[in-house]
């Protein structure tokens, strides 16, 4: 039996282990069973608690495939909860290490529980060479490519990991199904992408819905979201905070000197015993 704690962030849920109860294990397998809503618990993801040896904790995070991500927005925050309230970590503000560097956390309290979490997700990547993408060109911002004939414009870059938004008036989801699944899977990006549709509402107010590689629609992604924010800030007229609405509720972001801060909510589900 392996001790755990399920979290969610705006929805996106994840189960979470300290590495001294797993070490054990495959991890990569571990996650698909896990995760799996049938037969296991249940999530989007599985995180690792680990040591570091280079900031005040490490962040592990797998997919509901077992695959590795860099990161994950709504993840690290659902992480930061989990490390306070656990007294791993015992100051309101510290860094996490993980595969796309160090990350500074914030947690705020509300009767004595973490209810919300600042996350400073640093400088998005905007070269191809960083992202990175088979393509020859610098930037791949409000590019052109056919999709079954039709023209779509769509930019990738890397925050916490691979993103590509694309602008649409409304939300259909059979329709979005298709085009993630061919996006996320083309040669032109060669550790695949998560695919974020982006309804501009007003200059304050974005909608977003992802796909996430490796998952499918996820019910709120904060990478994702993160990147539509940029995205929107460089094409269309945009403010420097603005509130983005995903399925299951809000995030804020704003832009201080170039880096790019996150801030919602996190939420224990249930602690458990699983009989892996």
């Known amino acids: 039996m392996i001790p755990f704690q399920k979290f969610q962030g705006t929805g996106n849920d994840f189960i979470i282990f300290n590495s001294s109860d797993v070490e054990q294990y495959n991890l990569n397998v571990l996650a698909q069973n ?29 997919n509901a495939d077992g695959s590795i991500a860099t990161m994950c927005g709504n993840g690290i925050r659902c992480f930061a909860k989990f490390v306070y309230e656990n007294e791993i970590i015992k100051k309101n503000k510290f860094n996490v290490e993980t595969l796309a560097g160090i990350m500074k956390v914030e947690v705020f309290e509300k009767n004595n529980l973490v209810d919300l979490v600042r996350v400073n997700l640093g400088k998005p990547l905007l070269s191809s060479k960083e ?10 911002i409000n590019e052109e490519m056919i999709i079954e004939d039709e023209r779509l414009k769509i930019s990738s870059i890397f925050i916490g990991t691979i ?13 979005f199904e298709k085009i993630g699944k061919y996006i996320e899977n083309h040669k032109i990006f060669p550790y695949k992408t998560n695919v974020n549709f982006c309804k501009r509402i007003d200059k304050n107010n974005i909608e977003v819905l992802t796909w996430e590689k490796g998952v499918g629609f996820t019910l709120a992604c904060g990478t994702g979201a993160a990147a539509c924010f940029v995205i929107n800030r460089l094409i269309n007229d945009s403010d420097n905070k603005i509130q983005v609405k995903v399925n299951s509720g809000s995030l804020y972001f704003e832009e201080v000197d170039g880096d790019i801060l996150m801030s919602g909510p996190a939420k224990l589900i249930c602690k458990g015993n699983y009989n892996y």
């Open 131 to 140: 992202i990175p993408k088979a393509s020859n060109l610098a930037e791949f």
């Open 34 to 62: 896990v995760c799996n809503r049938h037969f296991g618990i249940g999530a989007d993801g599985m995180i690792i608690s680990k040591q570091s040896d280079i900031a005040d904790i490490k962040m592990d995070f797998f």
């Open 163 to 175: 993103h590509t938004v694309l602008f649409v008036k409304e939300f259909d989801y059979n329709y």
